[in-house]
């Protein structure tokens, strides 16, 4: 079964750092873009960072500077390295394939003040 797996959120501090990580079966990430969401309580799902097959990087404005994403031809895993979190960084983060329309179940990442 074609399917994408998040691992890495949990409770940090602003300023902390976390790295969630995701997991892709079969044939999907090699013909993808892979991308990294999020969506705060009462909040639309956003854009955090995407990344093409060929390793071009794309960032919201919000993160650049801070987060990193990644990719992992080997492991067929995308990763997205967040530095110097704040709390409206709290969100339930969504890994995605695209264009195929894959989504994650979510990891939730929260950022205390």
């Known amino acids: 079964q074609v399917q994408l797996v998040e691992s890495g959120g949990g409770l940090v501090q602003a300023g902390g750092s976390l790295r969630l990580s995701c997991a892709a079966s079969g044939s999907i990430f090699w013909s993808n873009t892979m991308g990294w969401y999020r969506q705060a309580p009462g909040k639309q799902r956003e854009l955090v960072a995407t990344i093409t097959t060929g390793g071009r990087t794309n960032y919201a404005d919000s993160v650049k500077g801070r987060f990193t994403i990644s990719r992992d031809n080997a492991k067929n895993t995308v990763s997205l390295q967040m530095n110097s979190l704040k709390p409206e960084d709290t969100a339930v983060y969504y890994c995605?394939?695209?264009?195929?329309?894959?989504w994650g179940q979510g990891t939730q990442v929260t950022v205390s003040s």
């Open positions: 995605n394939a695209f264009p195929i329309g894959l």
